[in-house]
Structures are given as C-alpha cells and as structure tokens.
C-alpha cells in the first residue's frame, strides 16, 4: 500500500515536497516513482528511484528542478519540487514495484494522489 501526500496551492517559484510512505512489503520493491496527472491530459511519468536510492530518473520538463529520494528507514519516497511552474499543477501519484525499459517506467502497484496546484 502506498500513501502519498504533501500537496497543495503554492505560486509560482515556490517549492513543495512530496511524500509517499509504503507499506514495508511495498517499499522493499525494487523501483519506485511518481507520476502527474494534469486536468484534461494522460497521466505522464515524473521520476523513479532505485532500491538503493542511486538510481534516478527524472524526466526532462522536471529535470533540475524535482529529485526523487527514498529514505529506507522510513518506507518513504519524496519527490522534492522547486521553482515550481503553473505548468506542474496536476495530482501527483507514487507507484511501486514493475519494470523498467529505457526510461519507461511501468509500476505495479498506485497510490492515491496528491494534488499540487500552482498559481501564476
């Protein structure tokens, strides 16, 4: 099971940090991530994140300013998101278990989302 929260209105530039904690079944698979799903559009993948933590993946509308990091004692994922765009409002989702091929991250198991809104 997954849980994530720490989302709400910000302006633009402002930050945010996301958390997802993860049953201790949940959280010892191997990758983990978050994904975005903004009004009217697909869910589209953000980051994921090695067992370890040294393994990330950001994608490239995010890259520079979200990180992905993972705190084992915890059983959480954070997604920390600075200067943060209009353009990043969406309900934010964490996911866990599956694979990944490239840079396709494709989870097996979703938590409820968390919606981050940005103001202009």
């Known amino acids: 099971q997954l849980h994530a929260s720490g989302g709400g209105l910000v302006q633009a530039g402002d930050s945010l940090r996301l958390s997802c904690v993860a049953s201790?079944?949940?959280?010892?698979?191997?990758?983990m991530g978050w994904f975005r799903q903004a009004p009217g559009k697909e869910r589209e993948f953000v980051a994921f994140?090695?067992?370890?933590?040294?393994?990330?993946y950001h994608v490239d509308s995010v890259k520079g300013r979200f990180t992905i990091s993972r705190d084992i004692a915890k059983n959480t994922v954070y997604l920390q998101m600075n200067s943060l765009k209009p353009d990043d409002t969406a309900v934010y989702y964490c996911?866990?278990?599956?694979?990944?091929?490239?840079?396709?991250?494709?989870?097996?198991?979703w938590g409820q989302g968390t919606l981050v809104t940005v103001s202009s």
């Open positions: 201790e079944r949940t959280f010892s698979t191997y990758f």
């Open positions: 994140i090695n067992w370890s933590g040294a393994g990330t």
């Open positions: 996911a866990a278990g599956g694979t990944i091929v490239g840079s396709t991250y494709t989870p097996t198991s």
